[in-house]
C-alpha cells in the first residue's frame, strides 16, 4: 500500500507570505540602522526587534503553508498527512510515515528515475 506523500511548491500563498516576512524584517533592519527617519520619542531599537520577530513568524507561517499533502497515484492534494483513501482514486494508504515526492523523469510514467549505473 502506498503512503500520502509530502509536496512542497515553490509559488502559492506560502511564497507571498514568506516574501511579506522578510520585507517587514528587512524594514525593520532599516528602521533600527537609521536609514528610515522616525519620529525623535520613538525607541528605534524595539521597532527593529519587533519587525524581526514578526517577519520571522510571518516567515515561519508562510513556510508551514508551502508544504502539502498528494496522492502518490493520481497527485491529488489531500487534506491531511492522516487520510487513509484518496477522495479521487480511492487508492488505500497505509499507516505510517508520509513520503516526498520526487520529480517525474522523461521516460518512467510513475517518476522513479531508472537505476542505470556506468553505461548499463
Known sequence: MPRPRRAT???????????????VAVAGLMVGGGVFVVAEHVNTSEIMLAALIVGGVLFLLGSSQAVSWVCPNC??????RKVRMCPVCRTPFMPGVATRVRPRSEGDPNGHPHDRQHGD
Open 9 to 23: 511548491e515553490f509559488a502559492g500563498i506560502g511564497c507571498v507570505v514568506q516574501g511579506v516576512g522578510v520585507l
Open 75 to 80: 497527485r491529488n492534494r489531500l487534506t491531511s
